[in-house]
């Protein structure tokens, strides 16, 4: 009778702390992951009434190319719900925009560098695919704070590459917003690894200019990897 109390009671304690962990591991629990996003970027102009800046849009988009930026920093995720969790991270971002080969002159290319640190914040919804694998989807915006814009001139016929520090009366802080598909693996109960695509697009403009405002788009996978505690 004793030994059957004891192994009841042992087979009672075990079968609670096993469902604890479970469920702190895949329902209610934080993760601090480490991510990086390579990505496509592109601009797009908006002119003015004013034929001078259509024009000179017309022309700025007539020798525009995309190019490739990419982000990466920390990220923490709480999942309070079955379904529902925030992030909320810290990125140094960069975004790129250049001239197509030989459009200018023939001969003169710019390629532009903006680089930001970032705060996105994001709502996410976690669906379970199997035991150890979670699909989902996140939705939410990024503040973003300029930190430098480099512009490099190529001029093939001379054949000079010059780099220099630029301001292009860009704003000192922009608001992006930002929405993802991915999928969750987990390694084991603690570490886990997360691909995604993200789609990422500037609300209003990352200009002053009042005639021809300037807004950035990027898209790319995401990689991350967490720690679960």
């Known amino acids: ?19 604890a962990q479970e469920a702190k591991d895949s329902v209610l629990h934080s993760r601090v992951s480490f991510n990086y996003q390579p990505s496509i970027t592109y601009r797009f102009l908006k002119a003015s009434e004013s034929q001078d800046a259509i024009l000179l849009k017309n022309n700025l988009d007539s020798i525009e190319s995309y190019d490739y930026g990419f982000s990466f920093g920390l990220n923490y995720r709480y999942t309070f719900k079955k379904h529902i969790g925030i992030s909320l991270g810290v990125n140094y971002v960069s975004f790129r925009e250049q001239t197509i080969n030989g459009s200018i002159d023939n001969f003169i290319n710019y390629k532009t560098t903006n680089t930001y ?81 993200v789609y990422t ?12 405002s300037k807004s950035i788009y990027s898209f790319g996978p995401n990689f991350m990897f967490g720690y679960s505690f």
Request: proline content about 1%.
């Open 117 to 197: 640190f970032s705060i996105p914040l994001n709502l996410i919804y976690i669906s379970k695919l199997r035991k150890y694998t979670n699909f989902h989807i996140s939705a939410g915006v990024s503040q973003c704070f300029l930190n430098t814009q480099y512009q490099r001139v190529y001029n093939s016929l001379k054949n000079e590459d010059v780099e220099f520090e630029t301001s292009y009366d860009l704003k000192k802080s922009i608001l992006l917003m930002q929405a993802g598909l991915g999928v969750n693996f987990r390694l084991n109960k603690k570490v886990s690894f997360t691909t995604e695509v």
């Open 1 to 19: 009778m004793y030994k059957s109390l004891s192994f009841l009671f042992f087979f009672l304690t075990f079968s609670s702390i096993s469902i």
């Open 201 to 212: 697009q500037s609300i209003g403009q990352m200009n002053n200019s009042d005639n021809l």
